[in-house]
């Protein structure tokens, strides 16, 4: 289980997140939803380790990662795909995979090569275009890459930046049903962070609602999704 | 033999070592984001310890391995010892904006370079001396007619091509190339993906530490060896680095190549008077004709 208890991160003098406290299921996708700007991203990016809490703890399981480093959090099993298709384009598609798994190539060798196997599987177009470089796919295929770079690590607990920005609303739903069944398959647990709330709560167990660096609501996915008057207030819709 | 050829076969083994020491400026601006300008003060120590090692009776090639193994030291040393405690201080009012963040480093670097020269002064005396060729360094002759290239040039043209063939299959078929390649593109992505970004930044520094170290040992015996020799090669190398857009590996290389020719042909076909303002002309010309580098596209750049 994921345990996330009063934390804070700071930036000059803005409290991103000020005095954050939840817990995600395991097996499960909990959706952080808030408006732009409300910490949504700085959250996940302080459980990954890539920005540094003023104070609280993060713990997965009986593992404390608030004070490790970005890469032993990865290894620790906690995969972060951030925000904006996060793929290097440069590099081919096959070696964005590749890179995912090049921290335990050493050691597991040949379950890298089952879940790259398992990757191309999931997505079949990445094996079709997997010689061409990570920048001449588009928005839905590579955030299908940068997913797909995080699977390879083989996470316990995957941070999903709104992988839904910027897609058109069919891929999104694909995306997140792919999400959603790996859930249910593997055990993964999900960190869904989205602005678009209805496709997030619609596959989730559990929502977090946050505004301004807080959480306002802490609730079932289905009550949140049935709580117009929060919606109204915080989301504006 | 006519003087094209001259030129031609010059420009080869010379342009072999610009290349080299472009390849090093351009492992440590992708790798680390700093203009190394220690680099031939590096190259130039270890090539004072090769010579001192021959001068005590080591065979050359013991000391051309030593003298290799000591670049990468000496790279990795520089950022580990400097480079990585400047850029982690990051509450240092001085170090918080951007433009000294990318500063800092190019003068240490610079302070550094006086460092080895002054060590090199006081370890060596700061003499001029020669440095050996493991070939003769006369002409070649092929039947009667003397051949405008001597064993040593194609010494340096082989190893150098050898370096290059190994650094290619480093970088495109193997995975730590695959994680220096990555980490210089996206260093957050990398560090995500389970990557020690800071460790692979250190191979790049002890990789471009190798390949100075290389040049050094090579150019030196035409040119002798002193704290201040290397210094020149350093702005040839630079310009070839530019001149393949900073940021590709393969353009640093084809930049070596290209100057290497530009200088030989200036030198026989002009004066040697004249090979800086070639150099001058010849970069204003590359930077406003492909400012992107030789190889370098608009968007997509790769290796
Ligand atoms: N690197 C940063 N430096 C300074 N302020 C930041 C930085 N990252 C985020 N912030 C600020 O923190 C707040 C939360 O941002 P963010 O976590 O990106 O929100 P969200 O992802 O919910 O849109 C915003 O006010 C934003 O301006
Ligand atoms: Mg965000």
């Known amino acids: 289980m994921l345990k996330v208890s009063n934390l804070v991160t700071e930036f000059a003098s803005i409290k991103a997140l000020n005095d954050i406290s939840f817990q995600a299921k395991p097996g499960r996708i909990t959706t952080v939803i808030g408006a732009n700007g409300a910490g949504k991203s700085t959250l996940l990016r302080t459980i990954s380790g890539l920005e540094r809490p003023t104070s609280g703890s993060i713990t997965w399981f009986d593992e404390e990662l608030t004070d490790k480093s970005v890469e032993a959090i990865v290894r620790s099993g906690v995969a972060q795909v951030p925000e904006g298709h996060a793929v290097i384009s440069q590099l081919s598609v096959a070696e964005n995979i590749e890179l995912g798994g090049l921290f335990r190539k050493r050691q597991a060798r040949g379950d890298l090569e089952i879940a790259t196997k398992d990757v191309y599987e999931l997505f079949p177009i990445l094996f079709e275009r997997r010689r061409e470089p990570a920048g001449s796919l588009s928005g839905g295929e590579r955030q299908m890459l940068a997913i797909s770079r995080a699977l390879v690590a083989r996470p316990k607990l995957l941070l999903l930046d709104e992988p839904s920005l910027g897609l058109a609303p069919l891929i999104s739903a694909q995306i997140i049903s792919i999400v959603d069944e790996l859930c249910k398959s593997t055990g993964l647990t999900v960190l869904l962070v989205e602005q678009n709330a209805n496709t997030a709560l619609a596959v989730a167990d559990h929502g977090i609602l946050l505004a301004l660096g807080k959480v306002v609501a802490d609730l079932p996915a289905k009550e949140l999704i049935a709580d117009s008057a929060l919606r109204a207030a915080y989301l504006g819709y | ?303």
């Open chain 2, 1 to 303: 033999m006519n003087s094209f050829l001259t030129a031609f076969f010059a420009g080869t083994s010379q342009g072999a070592i610009y290349a080299l020491v472009s390849l090093g400026l351009v492992l440590v601006w992708r790798g680390a984001g700093v203009v190394n300008f220690a680099q031939m003060g590096q190259a130039m120590f270890t090539t004072y310890i090769a010579s001192q090692l021959i001068q005590n009776e080591y065979s050359y090639w013991s000391a051309f391995v030593i003298a290799l193994i000591s670049g990468a030291l000496l790279g990795a040393l520089v950022d580990l010892g400097i480079m990585r405690p400047l850029s982690s201080r990051k509450n240092s009012l001085l170090l918080n904006s951007q433009s000294m963040r990318t500063t800092i480093p190019v003068i240490a670097s610079l302070g550094i370079l006086g460092v080895l020269k002054a060590l090199a002064g006081i370890f060596w005396a700061g003499e001029e001396r020669g440095f050996p060729a493991p070939v003769p360094t006369t002409g070649l002759r092929l039947g009667n007619t003397d051949l405008a290239i001597t064993g040593f040039d194609l010494f340096v043209i082989g190893v150098v091509f050898l370096t290059l063939v190994l650094t290619t299959i480093f970088f495109t078929r193997t995975g730590m190339g695959l994680a220096m390649r990555a980490s210089a593109l996206n260093p957050e992505v990398t560090r995500l993906s389970g990557i020690r970004v800071g460790s692979v930044r250190t191979l790049s520094w002890a990789i471009s530490g190798t390949a100075s170290s290389l040049a050094g040992l090579l150019v030196t015996p035409k040119t002798n060896l002193s704290p201040n020799t290397l210094d020149l090669l350093l702005i040839v190398g630079f310009t070839a680095a530019v001149v393949g857009g900073l940021t590709s590996l393969a353009g640093s290389v084809l930049g070596g190549f290209i100057l290497g020719y530009v200088i030989a042909f200036v030198n026989v076909y002009s004066a040697p008077e004249n090979v800086f303002l070639a150099i001058l002309i010849f970069l204003l010309l590359a930077l406003f004709l492909r400012p992107q580098g030789i190889l370098g596209s608009k968007e997509v750049r790769r290796v």
